[in-house]
């Protein structure tokens, strides 16, 4: 057997053993194979499909969402601003009530202060002139004497207007 | 590996097919050197003999169609296993085959990656020790060749008609005064392209083969064991070599023989 010479009986052999190997590997390896590496193919072609039906789907509800979260936010803006407002209306008319009630009460505790002034003002002075009486009469009885008397009654008598003519 | 009596090794022995197997731990005195005789016959005329290379051709098939069957056993869509394994190199239909051909090529589909796994289960068979490479016989790969041959005319024939086919061998719109030159060249422009297919393949697989016997028999030719460690380093370095090779050879039969039939079927490209 030489090293370049062909040989027909092992063409044929090599030849029938392919064939062989052909139509077996053909029946049973790729034909299911190929099938499955195409319907595998496709699965993904889909699940890549789908995921990206999916990503824009997610991306307009989000949208959406991010719509619906400015405006909440501008709504809760306005009630805050709102309340804030009514709040400090409402805390203004308070305290000029305040002020109004203090006022009013100072106002009446000086009237009744000055009322009772008056008033303790004539007690005294009643209360001096009694005691001017009393102490005029104690003083009267003490003092009054015959010869006194005789001079106060002449000096009276003396100033009596005509009484030096 | 057979080295007689004055120390020399028979190189080109061991490349060549025989009508016996070398298998090992069958002869007591011969631990690593025992032979099996193959069955020798003809058939109308033909010598039909069951020789290594056919014997490992057998084999190379027998293990092939087992791993793809067991492999590809449940067709789910999940790979696992070695089917995980199998399926990277199916890159060749993705990548290179739809790429040189185009949609038609789903229908070489099988011939195409038949041949590539035969050819490598072929290559890769050979590399094991008291095996023989079958494709590195000028035969087998004359015949892997003529199958390419006979795919590319049929691909020709089917695609433009048994005459369109014939037509297509030149380029329309020649003078013809050209056509007597440009016929011949082109027919031996068909021919060389099995030719070199035949050639490309079993010089490639000889050679790896031949250097690394070479590299281990200049162990028992110069009968020294200093040259032992060398040898071994050069021969384990080319017989990695010898392995990239293997894939290599049989993705190149493939992707030309798919660029045949794709020229043959639209020779307008």
Known sequence: MDLLSPHPGLILWTIITFVVVLVVLKAKVWGPLLAALDERERSIRDALESADRARAEALVQQADHEKRLVEAESQARQIVSEARAAAEKVGQQVMAAAKEDAERTAQRARESIQAEKRAALVELRREVADMAIGAAGAILNAELDAERNRKLADDFIADLPGARN | ?269
Not at chain 2, 201 to 217: E, P, R, T
């Open chain 2, 1 to 269: 590996m057979a080295a007689d009596a004055d120390g020399q090794v028979d190189v080109v022995g061991h490349i060549l097919d025989h009508n016996s197997l070398e298998v090992p731990f069958i002869n007591a005195h011969h631990v690593f050197d025992g032979h099996i005789e193959l069955p020798q016959f003809e058939l109308f005329g033909i010598d039909m003999s069951i020789t290594r290379h056919v014997v490992m051709m057998w084999v190379a098939s027998a293990l092939l169609i087992v791993t793809m069957m067991s492999a590809f056993r449940r067709p789910g869509p999940v790979p696992t296993g070695l089917r995980n394994f199998l399926e990277t190199i199916l890159f060749l239909r993705d990548e290179v085959i739809i790429p040189i051909m185009g949609e038609s090529g789903r229908t070489y589909m099988p011939y195409l990656l038949t041949t590539f796994f035969f050819i490598l289960y072929c290559n890769m068979l050979g590399l094991i020790p008291y095996t023989a490479t079958a494709t590195g016989n000028i035969s087998v790969t004359a015949a892997l060749a003529l199958i390419s041959f006979a795919v590319t005319q049929g691909a020709g024939i089917a695609n433009n008609g048994f005459f369109g086919h014939w037509k297509n061998l030149v380029p329309s719109g020649l003078p013809a005064p050209l056509l007597i030159i440009m016929i011949p060249i082109e027919i031996i422009g068909m021919l060389a392209k099995p030719f070199a297919l035949c050639i490309r393949l079993f010089a490639n697989m000889i050679a790896g083969h031949i250097a690394i016997l070479v590299f281990l028999g200049l162990i028992i030719m110069l009968k020294s064991y200093f040259v032992a460690p060398a040898s071994v380093v050069l021969a384990a370095a080319l017989y990695l070599l010898e392995i990239f090779i293997g894939f290599v050879q049989a993705f190149i039969f493939t992707v030309l023989t798919a660029l045949f039939v794709s020229m043959a079927a639209h020779p307008d490209h």
